[in-house]
T-cell receptor, first 114, second 109 residues
Framework: GAVVSQHPSRVICKSGTSVKIECRSL??????MFWYRQFPKQSLMLMAT?????????EQGVEKDKFLINHASLTLSTLTVTSAHPEDSSFYIC??????????FGPGTRLTVL | GQNIDQPTEMTATEGAIVQINCTYQ??????LFWYQQHAGEAPTFLSY??LDGLEEKGRFSSFLSRSKGYSYLLLKELQMKDSASYLC??????????WGAGTKLIIKP
């Protein structure tokens, strides 16, 4: 099956710092990658859809200036949480589309902002 | 509006069978997915149905009725490792996934 990796798996940072999370499709090219956030005991919430070579499409309520997404190549998308605050602490998960309506998830990144 | 409904929590006994139901309403429809998610981990793909009927894959089966906007995930011969959350997601006309809140399945010995 298709493999998607994320790095780092866990990160702890101080309030006000920025954190970059990488999402890579290891054995396929993904023109579209998705970024999700999941709070404890809640379902996945789509943050944005990342398209290679173009600007990301953000869901309503997600601040695009705070959550910077770059999809520079067909195998890499990055999410940068800028000026992170404790309320940004969450589980961030990316997925990559292999085909229409088929997504494979990365292992997730646990972000803790102190 | 778009909506996915599934039970919040279910309990079953090891070795038994459990059925997790999901109803959906979406703008357009491009398939119904089931994912398994263990605590602290990302979801893993279980099944995809786009046509009516039952898809069987080992101990897990998934059923879809498009006319009723209904799906279920059937787990047989339950094992303790099946304790997890099971997420139902429907693809809409834009090929985006609309997620249910997940069903937490508790397996008791």
């Amino acid at each position: 099956g298709a493999v998607v990796s994320q790095h780092p798996s866990r990160v702890i940072c101080k309030s006000g710092t920025s954190v970059k999370i990488e999402c890579r499709s290891l054995d396929f090219q993904a023109t579209t990658m998705f970024w999700y956030r999941q709070f404890p005991k809640q379902s996945l919430m789509l943050m944005a859809t990342s398209n290679e070579g173009s600007k990301a499409t953000y869901e309503q309520g997600v601040e695009k200036d705070k959550f910077l997404i770059n999809h520079a190549s067909l195998t890499l998308s990055t999410l940068t949480v800028t000026s992170a605050h404790p309320e940004d602490s969450s589980f961030y998960i990316c997925s990559a589309g292999l085909a229409e309506n088929e997504q494979f998830f990365g292992p997730g990144t646990r972000l803790t902002v102190l | 509006g778009q909506n996915i409904d599934q039970p919040t929590e279910m309990t079953a006994t090891e070795g038994a069978i459990v059925q997790i139901n999901c109803t959906y309403q979406t703008s357009g429809f491009n398939g119904l997915f089931w994912y398994q998610q263990h605590a602290g981990e990302a979801p893993t793909f279980l099944s995809y149905n786009v046509l009516d009927g039952l898809e069987e894959k080992g101990r897990f089966s998934s059923f879809l009725s498009r006319s009723k906007g209904y799906s279920y995930l059937l787990l047989k011969e339950l094992q303790m490792k099946d304790s997890a959350s099971y997420l139902c997601a429907a693809g809409d006309s834009n090929y985006q996934l609309i997620w249910g809140a997940g069903t937490k399945l508790i397996i008791k010995p």
